[in-house]
């Protein structure tokens, strides 16, 4: 059996309308748990691999719920610990044709954001772990987190443990200075570094000539600046990027890129009709990780984790729940849809 | 604060089954309240306008869930007079490629319909008001509503308020020749006119041309003729068209063109994955009222109101719920559907 | 009053989660009742046609709710017989994208598939019938159901009722070999078959040139030589092809070939936004052996065949729900999807 | 095969909100067709009988849809007419404790209450039939409906045909005058009277002594004497009366009387935990018709109608669906209620 | 018209899981908007009082939400305040049999919570008003809303408002040293105090001899104790108690006591079959206040209040929406729940 | 940490129509997992035992679905294993007042009934553990599975660990005889014996005097010779028995009984309103094995069943969800259900 994949950050109750009702107009929610590193945690042990989701929830029922939903689906929750006062709640608004989805938070003074390094026993954590893996979200939820972040990346890199971090740029969190400062300390003690189009600019302010987000243009030679300027800053050894075109609410192309220290590959570009993009990226992640801890061979692991990642916008709720099978086959071409029987 | 707007006409109860089921397959409907003026008094209560709702609804719980639906989107109900026997019902099938929605209507007797000019306060209603709205859908409802339209109408005019009217030409509910009869006498108190591509040959004969409106080619040329032929019958002061292109039932193409008297503005066009498309024409006039009562250029009017009804395609049920935000953000040109955070 | 048509099979319960749920996220399932033959009972009684479908179902509330189904859509359900210990369950998951739609079944050991020729009275089933349907998945079921349909199909032959058989080749009931020696002795008794764009070489090894399924793209010109082959093989007199392009789980287009023993007719091909596509190619058997039981002319029998079926992909659960009107509209050329009041 | 049992009267739309959801709180209806004599309908297919329903509906699919749900249930709709403009709506809202149940009617102008005797083909409807069942809901619909009831009462009585009615006197369809009247002239044609504990004052102004319907408290004797007056007046050869005793919406005491002509029977009496009370009467009539035409003793029948009418107010919508079996074990003393496996 | 009623203090999202599923059980969640005072709002509104309700809440779809469902039953909204950083949380599970229901807040750092007296325009929301409400839970919820509760309570006082304070003590928001310090200092400010049967304890000490809660018998003539020790301790005109007996998660009595300076009325008692108990005491005082705001004499006014709070048990979710004429009608005496067509 | 608790049986999907619907009446189905030793393990890992459930289940994605739903509970699953053909089913029908509930099995051919001894690594499945459990459905399932209970549990005794047996006689699985050879010859390994007011009878003739399980009235001192005759005959050193009183499918008295070789324990008897009904029996078995594996004294360990299993009575599908607080709780006296805030 393959070493343990931990990751840390926040769980939190996702709430959203039925179908593309909108907030307003709602008089139920459906309920489920999600949060970057958790998706990316049953990414990981649904792909097989032993994966440990690491957190702070508080002692009632709500709390009790997510280490349920983490436990359905095979993550190791024996590391999460009770306490606090709250889970974060998110509210998602599914958009369709020009209306944008819409996300919003009520995460403040959650438990784990109120946690620090203590209240956990990283050395058991880290027992017979090989990768560790959070996202820029967490340092942004509190000082405590960013300090946590940084002795965590820190001890894993002493343990000889793989860093992973997807830059996960979150404007209502920090602002861009702060995440800078934050970012720029932990960076060094990451391997892999995981963004989107827009996050290594909001970040570091490393920018991809002339991509406009809003027309869904991407400049694909622009990425291979940006994995440099970030390899070259922090000496991390791998850099991944998902490409993504926003057509509308519902059509999207999405793509992406690993550069591997010594080349960028650029994987196929699927187009999507999508049932829920929340997750989409930490999905990305998921499948990454899962590739390199298997030892692809780059651009093997670029198409691994966007042929998932692809899959995952037709699942709903941020959980991606797709073979191994569905993946590689996608990847082996096809995209029909064909009725499996 | 400005001016009251009033609109008059009928609501319903409007009945669908959930998802794509056809109304022979479901055993449960989703319920809502609605009709063509009471629509239009949303959006504009939606847009922070003060907007008054006249009708009759019967005195039971059926016509006060009516009620509170307004109430709850902030509609001034309290000239909304309780008698008569029934409220109207539709029920609505959602079609879905070349499966046509399809609407059927169960609302003859219904309490409007049988009421007449007196059983309201005319003065109380239009006290501070400085907008009137109804449809042709109104005077198609009985004679009694035929002859409460004209009189109102006069009344209207007479105290200087701006009366708007969109033709809305229903072939179930009167024929060609009725509805030239009445509306003819109507129009001239009549100050914008507003229609979709059918309505102006349905009622007056006035014919864009070679339009077709089956396979969803549209003469852009023939619109500009028809605004004038209404101008120079009736002397209305402006006319709108809202010019949909029908692909499927899934997918439409959107724009509208507006006549100032002066000149033709015609919007962008938007290619729209539909949700839910009834009611979308009133949320055109509800977004054109908005613009003009708020002294929009003709230009920016036009796109207003035809962004605002192209994301109302997106809204489950007919009331349009849409910020300002929303509207603005797509007129500025973001049809990205990228997630708000 | 035209004569009985008289389709023989098995219904299952079906059951899906609701929406795009997957199996394993649902905790509730949609339940329907359905099945190859079922379906085209139900499409035939749905267009006006005397249908008697023949099975037998457990003497419980799931084999009764399955005769309920039936008969709810007016199919004579007054041959089927109650007896044996279960009725088959089959899993359905709606796809989207590029994630496929996924069947799983669990129809071993049913009351059907243990069933015998001697269980139905045949004389009194085919009294006033002029026409028997099957499909493939019939014989396949068990070796009992292999000898009832050659019997059946003799019987009929032997009665001049003209008998048609949709191929429906199912690769997780029965292994080629087995598939061509069952079918190949039955077919000298059909009529009429039927197939998609894989049924004839998966059962008989007849290919239709190059065309590969999985990149949805057809080589037409095959089809008229697998047509040939049918006909010179076994003797039948006309032969139907459904022909599917599939671009996505949401996106197929779709059209059909009929070879009438002179001539092949290709319909129109319809671009399809899929709503529930489980029971497609039954729509199309249904349809077709109403136009040729009605003699409608080769060309619009499978104009009429085509468009059903293309209907038949926008309503949910396998049943076709669609009106001769509604057809019609389609082959005439209004596939707009434009609402209709 | 024993003759065909025919009822004539008004099937509606049901439609009620989930659970206790008052109809001012709900946005969805549980949507089913139901009325009084198509209860009876479907309870005697129920229990195997040869049932036809006859009634109008509108040629929509609202009617389509009620007709279908007769079918569903195995009831004869073959003598059903399409005409007419609308079929009644019928709200009913679940009481609970001390708070009423709540049914509020929008039935005027439906179809069958603007159809006349002349639409239906009475010869063809009454061939092999020998029961006639109707309410007194029918005649109070419309003048037409009195006079239709009145001539196919005489007919049914001049073919030798049985003919019950269930009072079921509905104060908000007419006067106790009028009802007086139209009652007293068709009460000679018919056999077998049926009514609740307030019916036979309501509609005659027979009063079964001190009985107080609110307070629950049943006086027996005094409907006896009712029984009497009533046989005494018109000459019907037998009356059964439902005895409920109202201890809150959820909780009911429930018994039932027979008067044969000779003896009154009064069946066992049974607390009730309700589910859906709507229809119960309506069970208690099919039951008793089943009993009455299978030739039961008078006690075993009262017992039979009265234990199979206390099993319909656990299920919920009007239709009654328990078994033979499962009323021939209450009547033998088993209402434990112990799972059966 | 009569004079406004206000009522302050915090409204929240309700979250419950359908039926009697636990939360940790659910997958979706009801929403509803409620708290102690809206609910006492929505039940004056209901009675046709102007009833305003004055709170703080986000700026956003959640925070609107909770505005629109007081605006939906006619709550005047035009003094609700925007701002802070979120809308509290509360889920609540329903109980059965022996199972308690169970509450979990989650309500901190609300925004009505974290704001204070000058964040509101006292004199406007005072004009035209003769009535105050609030509860014991909004000075409970921080030092600012203490001191707020304070001042309104003093203002209103001066300007000869009535004011009424439901007692509700919440161990989990203060401890019964804190609540007895604040509570005292603001009780001389207060006309009209209203408990449950253990408030007055938890609050102030007063104990109503050896009532035991838990086996649900009540010392009724201890009750007449408490309320003369509240008049004597802080000047008080009238004390008002439920009284209720818990026989069950599902069977509860319920009754009421009013002691309005000279003499103590107790009310009948009512048994209940609950269907949702939250907001019980809230409908009580809503009820109460409705009675004396428009001089019921105190026999009528507590059987008023009790009647209404019987049936607002019957209803789902904390708002009660109950008619005047039901309210009546069972305070005359008719609790057998017979249906009302 | 104490030792590891396994259990072994069959593991079903269960499927029921939402609320009081009947099977023939729903549209869809409520799906969960469930079985009789399943159903114990959940309670175990709930109580915070270390709980291992073993089984084998098919390779697809129901199979699957069913261990997630023993993950998400906490239970260990990693001995179970996946092969054969499929999960059984069983469809679950709520019964109210005197109508029953109904379970309709379609278990036949399942994966564990066709597994046997071989298929699973005893050696490592009681490694650690000290308690074994299983039912008397188990081995009635199969040849197979009553092979496999004799080996396991001889095994079981040879390692020194517990072995208990909850009879659990199913008619429609095996004939009286056969079950009394079986369950005569696996007796002697098992140390704890649990049963129903039946099941003693049935399986092994021991009969408890005159009790009539139909009128619900228990002859209690019948059950002490029944648990000596059991002791007596099998040497078994436990005997517990679950007390039901029927008096309606919603409401039921509960109690139970110990003999624990030197005296019977009676516990309390609660009343029940029944939520759901099924799986009661295995949360008393649950509770019981957990009261004696902590050593409870026979009368606490009794009586921690009993109020554990009147609460699952409350709880929608098999599984028990409630905390040992609410067992004490409830055990202490409460059973008052007040809202627990």
Redesign the interface.
Known sequence: MSKKIVSFGEIMLR?NP???????????????YAGGEANVAVSLANYGESAAFVTMVPA???G??AI??L????VDVSFIVKGG???G?Y?V?K????????????R??SSVAESSFNDFDWNAIFNDADWFHFTGITPALSDNMADLCLEVCKMAKKKGITVSCDLNY???LWSREKAKGVMSAIMPFVDVVIGNEEDAYDVFGFKAGDTN????KLNRDGYRDVAHMITDSFGCSKVAFTLRE??????NNWAGMLFDGNDCYFSKK?P????D??GGGDSFSGALIYALHNNFPSDQAIEFAVAAS??K?????DFN??TLD?VRN?MG?????????
Chains 1, 2, 3, 4, 5, 6 share one sequence.
């Open positions: 709430l039925p179908g593309y009702l909108r907030i307003q107009q709602t008089d139920s929610f459906m309920a489920s009632n029922d709500i009790q719920s349920n939903s436990r359905h689906w095979g006062e709250r889970l709640v509210f608004e958009g369709a044709s020009q209306r944008a989805s819409k996300v919003i938070y009520d403040k003074h979150r404007k209502n987000v809003i027309d869904g926003s057509i509308s609410a519902n059509d699927y999507i009709h999508i049932v993009r929340v692809c899959l916008h037709t699942i709903e709720y729940h797709v569905e996608l071409g096809d995209g029909s849809g064909r009725v499996q029987r």
